[in-house]
């Protein structure tokens, strides 16, 4: 396993799908072999290839101008995956930002790195959920576990 700057380049070409719903840079982006595509809504969960990249360009199309300001992406790769996540921020036409966070799974197909896997998340509080959950691991004789 190693860090990936092509890995990472591919998080970059995804933000620019997302501000100028791009259909010819999305279908270059996402592979044929697609497996999901999950986005931050409930109902956005697609398996299929043309449905995948429709939803990237519609939506984008729909909302208006996004604004998505990277911040650390870091990918990997290990033969012909690879892997990334990021915390971007995005901004809508409106003007409201929310912090997002995306993880993916590339696959180097034909001279390079193709989307296999992508998920969206907005992160929550567990308590805003109603959990009373630990989120911090404790670490006690040098072992790192997680929280009682």
């Known amino acids: 396993m190693r860090r990936s700057a092509g890995v990472e380049a591919v ?3 995804l933000y620019n799908v997302m501000r100028c719903a791009d259909l010819q840079l999305a279908e270059e982006l996402v592979s044929a072999d697609l497996t999901v595509a999950i986005g931050t809504d409930e109902e956005e969960w697609e398996t299929d290839h043309a ?3 429709a939803g990237f360009v519609t939506q984008t199309r729909d909302v208006g101008a996004l604004r998505v300001q990277a911040g650390s992406p870091r990918g990997y790769s290990d033969g012909l995956f690879g892997w990334f996540e990021d915390r971007p921020l995005v901004t809508f036409a409106g003007g409201e930002s929310a912090p997002v966070r995306v993880a993916g799974v590339v ?6 790195w193709r989307l ?3 998920h969206a998340s907005v ?6 959920l109603g959990l009373d959950l630990p989120t911090k691991p ?6 790192t576990y997680p929280s009682d």
Request: net charge neutral; hydrophobic share 35%.
């Open 11 to 13: 998080v970059e070409q």
């Open 51 to 53: 449905a995948a990249v």
């Open 107 to 112: 696959r180097y197909e034909n001279g390079r």
């Open 116 to 118: 296999i896997q992508v």
């Open 123 to 128: 992160g929550l509080p567990n308590a805003e």
């Open 138 to 143: 404790v670490t006690r004789h040098g072992q």
